[in-house]
Structures are given as structure tokens and as C-alpha cells.
């Protein structure tokens, strides 16, 4: 998605200029005044954003030099969208770095342990090992894919129906998995689970990631959320 905006349009679009700028406080990207040219002058240069600009974030009121922001969106995978960096508020639909690969859904008739109203959803996450692209760590080195398919477990009742849902626009947006070092095995340049928690052991939870867990539906909704997907992207 995105992609072909250019990085300074996407700064102006969710930033206004400030002409008064409240030059006593401190960028927290640069960590100088925001009275002092951005810490980016040196490493970031831009033909129409001034070192001394300051800019205000539309939702949350943040404030940052607009070319410590314009680093920060070149820095990562410029996908059009912005994270503010002091209250994690996005701009725009916010996408990840998953590697290619498939999600699969099945309906199964058997219960999960403390859903035992009703049968369960499979989904199954098919990635193969391939090279990094540019937005990966290592671009042009190969990563592996651990442990796929890999299996993970909702129960088939309206609130498991929806974070479905939003478990398919995240798949989308490329939010569910990303390349890095697994914090189990140690492994680098390898797939691993992004910040979404999925439940991969159906009727055990040897793992701590099974069932029962009755807060798991509403904290996955929050770290959904947290991702920017939400019910609102389901109606559009
Ligand atoms: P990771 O260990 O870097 O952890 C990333 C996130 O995934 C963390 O939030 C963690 O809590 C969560 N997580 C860890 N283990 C999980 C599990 N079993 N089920 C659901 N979530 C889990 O991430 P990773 O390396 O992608 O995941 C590790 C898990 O992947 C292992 O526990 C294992 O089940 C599986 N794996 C299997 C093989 C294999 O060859 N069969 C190889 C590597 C990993
Ligand atoms: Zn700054
Ligand atoms: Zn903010």
C-alpha cells in the first residue's frame, strides 16, 4: 500500500505548521527545543521542510520539527501512514513487514476449554522461507520460517467471529508476522509473531499460548487496536 506518496507529503498531510511553535519544549524525536533547528539537520535534508519548522500532529497535539518526523517516516517502511512516537497514535493504515504466505480458515465442531458453548475456528498461516526485502532487517539475505504452518485456535462465537475478521485485515495490511531474531529460539533473520498474541495450542497450554484464557479475545482486540485495526475498518 502507499509507497509512491512522497515523504514530505505524508509529514504535511498529518502535521500543521506551527507559526508560533512552543519553543521552551523538547522534541522528543531529536531531543532538542523546539526553539532550535531539528538534531536532523546534518542526516535528513529536504528542499521544502526548514530545520526550524515545527509541526503539530492533527489528533493527539504532539509536537516535533517536521524534519525529525520526515526522518523517522524515511527511517521505516513508508507506507504512507504515521506513528506519533510519544503517544503511539496512527495516521493512516498502518502496515508491517510480513513476508509473502497464505492464512487459511477452517471451522472445526470441537470446543476449546472455557468456550465449551460453542465449536472453534482454525486459522492456519502458511509462510515459506524466502530473501528480505528492503524493508526487512538484512535486505537481499535469506530468512528461514520456523514451525509453518503454524495453527492457532478462536472460538466460532460472535467475539471470536470478529477478531477473525480483524485478524484477516491485519494479514492484509502485513501485521501478523515479521522477520526478526525469535525471542524462543535465538534464531535471527527468521519469521516471527508481530505484536498480535495468537492462541497456537487448541486443547493443552503447555506454551502459556492455549486455552483457557478468558481475557485473551479482549486483549487481542487491544493489541489489534494498538496496530490501528479496529472495528471502524470493518465497515468501510
Ligand atoms: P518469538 O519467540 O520471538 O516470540 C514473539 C511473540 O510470540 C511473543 O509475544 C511470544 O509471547 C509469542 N509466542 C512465543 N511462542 C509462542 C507460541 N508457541 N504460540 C503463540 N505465540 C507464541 O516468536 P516466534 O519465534 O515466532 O515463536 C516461537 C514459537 O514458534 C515457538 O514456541 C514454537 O511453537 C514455534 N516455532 C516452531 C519451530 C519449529 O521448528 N517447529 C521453530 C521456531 C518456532
Ligand atoms: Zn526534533
Ligand atoms: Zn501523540
Not at 493527539?60 to 501512514?81: E, I, Q
Not at 527468521?190 to 493443552?204: A, F, Y
Request: hydrophobic share 30%; charged share 25%; aromatic share 6%.
Amino acid at each position: 500500500a502507499g509507497g509512491s506518496s512522497n515523504p514530505e507529503e505524508v509529514v504535511k498531510k498529518y502535521l500543521e505548521e506551527l507559526n508560533a511553535p512552543p519553543a521552551d519544549e523538547d522534541c522528543i524525536i531529536c531531543m532538542e527545543k523546539l526553539g532550535a533547528p531539528s538534531g536532523y539537520s546534518d542526516a535528513c535534508e529536504s528542499k521544502t521542510i526548514r530545520p526550524e519548522s515545527v509541526g503539530r500532529l492533527a489528533k493527539c497535539t504532539h509536537t516535533f520539527h517536521l524534519l525529525c518526523v520526515l526522518a523517522m517516516y524515511t527511517s521505516g517502511n513508508k507506507d504512507g501512514s504515521l506513528q506519533c512516537p510519544s503517544c503511539k497514535t496512527i495516521y493512516g493504515e498502518k502496515t508491517g513487514t510480513q513476508p509473502n504466505g497464505k492464512m487459511d480458515v477452517a471451522i472445526l465442531s470441537e470446543s476449546l476449554p472455557g468456550n465449551e458453548d460453542c465449536g472453534s475456528i482454525q486459522i492456519m498461516y502458511h509462510i515459506n522461507r524466502g530473501i528480505q526485502g528492503p524493508e526487512h532487517p538484512n535486505p537481499g539475505r535469506p530468512y528461514s520460517a520456523r514451525g509453518f504452518p503454524r495453527y492457532c485456535y478462536l472460538p466460532d462465537n460472535e467475539k471470536g467471529r470478529k477478531v477473525l475478521e480483524l485478524l484477516k485485515v491485519a494479514w492484509r495490511r502485513r501485521l501478523i508476522f515479521t522477520i526478526g531474531t525469535s525471542s524462543t529460539t535465538g534464531e535471527s533473520n527468521t519469521v516471527v509473531w508481530n505484536e498480535i498474541h495468537h492462541k497456537t495450542e487448541m486443547d493443552s497450554n503447555t506454551s502459556g499460548h492455549g486455552y483457557p484464557d478468558p481475557n485473551y479475545l479482549d486483549n487481542v482486540l487491544a493489541e489489534l487496536a494498538a496496530q490501528g485495526v479496529t472495528e471502524d475498518c470493518l465497515r468501510s
